[in-house]
């Protein structure tokens, strides 16, 4: 029985591809850098990464490590400005979140995206009701697929639930291997950003081609 859903946002939740690739393109625009070719901004946002190594992935390392989080804390600056109206929630979010909440399960929003980023957006869309716990690019804590996000800050929030009665859903490999590091179930979001094949590679436990599958289909996890 699932009691814990530990959810992805971009690409899971929100689609937010076009504010992701704006804002990194404002970003470039406000240092006086040319942009990056699409090919490689499509595959920085498919990584699933924190901002700054999307960056520094995005300028092959030139700016060093104080350098890319420069330009990360200007990226998620131009994104609160900017990002909601390039946003949007997919379909049957509210409503399935609705469903898992009638079934008593919790649920975490587990994101390399700021925190004040999902806050706005979860408000906007008004989906925050739903949710619990935050848990999104915290200071000092190793970012997905490391298990520290969990292991530090959502364990302890759920003492009585058991990693085998946890679902991971998100897009990209990174998702799925906090699931498998946690010993959690993974579930792909197919429709998301992240790369096909590799999370294909994953083989994971559920694969979802629309959000609102989700509720309807937890019952597999016993």
């Known amino acids: 029985m699932i009691r814990l859903c530990i959810l992805d946002f ?44 999307a960056m520094s992935m995005l300028t ?29 929630i997919f379909p049957d979010v509210e409503r399935t979140l609705a469903a898992l909440k009638r079934k008593g399960v919790a649920m975490v929003i587990a994101s390399n995206k700021s925190e004040a980023a999902v806050q706005q957006a979860i408000d906007h869309f008004g989906i925050g ?45 990174a998702d799925l291997g906090l699931a498998r590091n946690i010993g959690a179930h993974a579930c792909w979001a197919a429709y998301g950003y992240g790369d096909r094949e590799q999370c294909q590679r994953m083989s994971p436990d559920m694969v979802l081609e629309g959000f609102g599958e989700l509720a309807e289909r937890l019952d597999v996890f016993v």
């Open 10 to 53: 971009d690409g899971t939740l929100c689609g937010s591809h076009d504010a992701i690739r704006h804002c990194i393109n404002l970003t470039f625009d406000h240092y006086g850098v040319e942009r990056p070719a699409p090919d490689r901004l499509e595959a920085a946002i498919a990584a699933g990464v924190v901002m700054s190594e």
């Open 60 to 88: 092959d390392g030139r700016l060093g490590t104080d350098g890319a989080g420069q330009w990360a804390a200007t990226y998620r600056a131009l994104y609160l400005q900017h990002g909601l109206a390039h946003s949007f």
């Open 129 to 173: 009701r739903f949710i619990d716990l935050l848990v999104c690019d915290p200071p000092g804590i190793a970012k997905k697929p490391d298990p520290a996000c969990y292991s530090t800050l959502i364990a302890p929030a759920f003492p009585d639930v058991l990693p085998e009665q946890i679902v991971v859903v998100g897009d990209t490999h």
